[in-house]
């Protein structure tokens, strides 16, 4: 399962954290990506790769789960 650690609003962005599950090891692998406008600019992961499964996972995962929150509250 996805988890999300921590939302973070800077400056240049939103800067979502979390921990996405690896497919052959166990474990998870850590994920940090950049989202502005609803889109990701950048990524980091402990696969080594950007932009890799992973934090599109991660990132569609706080598309579904946090926007989707966010959107409710605002009326
Ligand atoms: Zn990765």
Same mark, same amino acid.
């Given at each position: 399962m +996805? &988890? /999300?650690?921590?939302? !973070?609003?800077t400056p240049g962005? &939103? /800067?979502i954290e979390g921990l996405v599950p690896a497919k052959c /090891? #166990?474990?998870f692998h850590k994920v940090r990506i950049? #989202? *502005?406008?609803? !889109?990701m600019v950048e990524s980091e992961c402990s696969c080594g790769s950007t932009l890799?499964?992973?934090? *599109?996972?991660l990132y569609l995962f706080y598309? +579904?789960? %946090?926007?989707r929150n966010e959107n409710s %509250?605002? &009326?």
């Open positions: +996805t &988890r /999300i650690l921590s939302i !973070k609003d962005g &939103r /800067i /090891i #166990v474990g950049k #989202v *502005v406008n609803s !889109k890799c499964p992973h934090a *599109v996972k598309m +579904t789960h %946090v926007k %509250v605002k &009326r």
